[in-house]
């Protein structure tokens, strides 16, 4: 689980900073035979090739791994989690060719089609969540994407469903003064704070801390 | 066939449709696929190939001709797009035929240098790794070759030589594959003939144009520029795994952004290609989230008004294919997650209530922000819903929809009349380059006519420079070549053909000798700088334009004709057929003999606004039924076919 946040809140990172440019030049192009491996079936050296592949922004080559592994284990919402956000980072992952910056997926529908993906991993992630505090992290991971989207109103939405269960979480918190200034909403945060607070129901437990440092 | 290119680089696009890859040509000489670049450099003794300039060998073809003429040879390149199926695709490849005369004081000593390099003026996109092959002149072991030329040599350059006797040519063919994937087809298209490809190409071009309107205007700069732009339109699609897609442009972005897509679909369908339009517009859907959302780029809201206006205008026109049931709803999904998001904005942030949320589109605007763009579309894609709602017979959805309009529509006119000045800002929320704005009037119908005037809406076309008719973007030396078309489509029912003149007359000045205009260019260095020509927003622009100003249909429930005209357009006497309109196909001609104007047209089942020849004024009417409007124009009703007024000099 420990590894499995880590790079979750790594992805979160490379979204906010464009989800990593890696520098591709024509001496360094594979040949026409070149082959990459796939995944092997089993799950723990799947999901460590993933993160593997994660961590140095390469989302494009993670995402086969993530998806073996989700498959593997339906019920693992962390598992669909990181694969909704492997989906949206490959979707947003730019390298430069030959001088110029490039998606790695060259066809904007097909980009649209990992973005609507990677949110039904997240919904799914959202359903399975083991505990409240993976299921507020799961919102806010879900309320990023869909800003990063373009979908602020949808964003800060999820942002609610997040703090309704974490009001004091501070990154939570920040994400929400941001949304604010996006949408122009003139928010008194102390009386937002205080009414969903209000609404937190503390049900199961919270033994483990996904939240970044702020 | 071509006028002059008036840019600082001279250029030329080698497009077929649906096919996904292109080649850029540049003057003098280089032909590249996004991957690699074939230069050419010659000497006929010892006097360097010149520069030259690019055109058509004749008029309607799809091919390209470059010329050059030095004191002691012609230089001719003839380019032929020569589609080839890999796969379920279709790939290009480029037919080439270099040929010097030599003049008659020449000796005829001629020297070729083809030389192949892995740079590019442009990047194409390829999915995942990109498949390299090795670049000479010679076959590598076991692998296809990317160019085939007329001799062989080890390595990238490729030296030609030849004494060409007096009174004969030397010739000299190449083959470039556009794609690495379509390398292996090279070998077979040698066994064509170049003039056999020439001929083939021209034919499958003119197949395929048939199934668009024609016009005759005694004006062969305009009809040659439509058959550009309508090869630009067509070239700028993609057939990938069987699924056509639209692209922005060939080169530097071969990409769909919905933005572009839905101009291109509205022209497509406006000249009567309705079976592409509806393939192009259906393919867009592939943009729809879960919510109902329908975005190509991240933060571009005005997408999913964009696309249900698209489907409208490629399902609308005289097209005799239903809308299907999945695209009508995603069009009522759209509406739904509109509203959603209007209503949060309500509940959220009562100061722009009844608006479209932020967007931040990185892009035409450059700010996030409350942008009018996203309302102004959303307003045409609710327009689309109840209109393809009432021809689908579901009169409790129209209402539906137009119950949100019509309140939609009063809360952007109440926040125009309480902005100082009453002008349409480019975003609600702050400053923004100017884009949705232009758009407000034609095509989206976010404003009333008198509120445009209000507005000044027409002030960006209108300054008094060599720019008239054409916006500028950011910087007053950045001319955009479409930027302003929607202000001249509006400014003909503004009564200011004259801007509309102006406009066309910019639009076809700016363009490249093979009809290709750029988005943008410098003003004073002429330069395009990479955003390579051609833009497929622009041909729309073009073809918009010129069809608007013949027979309008973009706003209100009269059909409007010769609106937007050119004075020798009715001496000679002007014809245009096939062009669908929201009443149907209409066919027509117009011309004047002495002081008589007179119109032929298709009958229509609503009024018919007509419009004089520029500059002159209507003395009486001849025909039953006829009204006039004002000293320019006159009122047939539904059914007219014909009409003749005689006219005085304004």
Redesign the interface.
Known sequence: VRSRVIAVVCALYSIMSGAGCRATT?SS????F?TVPGPTGNPAVDYARALQLQRSGQH?ASVPFFRSVSRASPRDGGLHLDYGVALHNES?QTDV??G?V????????ER??L??ES??ELRTAIALAATDEDRAYAWSVDSRLLE???????A??ALERALVIRPDEPALLDAYARLNR????RADLAAQRAALAGAHTRAGDSRTSHWPVP | VGSEDPFAVRTSALIAPEAVSAFFLSDSLSVSNGEYTLRFRGTCDGEPMPQGRFGRPVAGSASVLWQATGRLATWTLSGVPVPVRVGDDFDLVASLELTVAPQSSSRGRIEVQATLSDEAPFMRPVEGTPLVLPLSWRKPDQLPAQVIGPATSNGRRLELDASIPQGHLGRWRFLLAGSANCAPMLARAQRTSHAECLARADAAWQARRRHAAEVRLGDPRVEQAVDDALLVLMGCTERRSGHLRPIGNPFQYRDTWIRDAARQISALSQWGDDVDARELAISLLEFRSDAGDIMSQPGQLDGTGEVMWALDEAFSRGCEAALPDSALRAIVLGWHWCERQRDLVRRWVPRFSGLMPPANPRDNELVPGYLFSTDAWTVAGYRAGVDVAIRAGKTALADSIGGDLREYLQAISSRLRARPGHDIPAAWSGSARHWGELSALYPTGAVQASDAVAAGLLALIQADSASRGLATYGSPDSLHTYLGADLATSALVLDRPDLWRAALSRMLSWRTATGGAPELFSASSRSFGGNLPPHAASAAAFLVLLRQGLVFDGIGDTLRLTTGTRSEWWTNGGACSGFATRWGPVDLSFKSTGDKAEWTWSPVPVWTELTLPPRSRQARAIGAGLRSRGAMHLLAPPGATHAEVTCVPE
Do not use: H
Request: some cysteine; overall charge positive.
């Open positions: 024509s192009l594979a040949t026409p070149a494009l947003i060719t030959r110029a490039r998606f790695v997926v060259p066809c904007s529908d649209a089609r973005r609507r949110l039904v990063i989207m373009g979908r602020p109103l949808e800060r939405e996006t949408l122009y909403v």
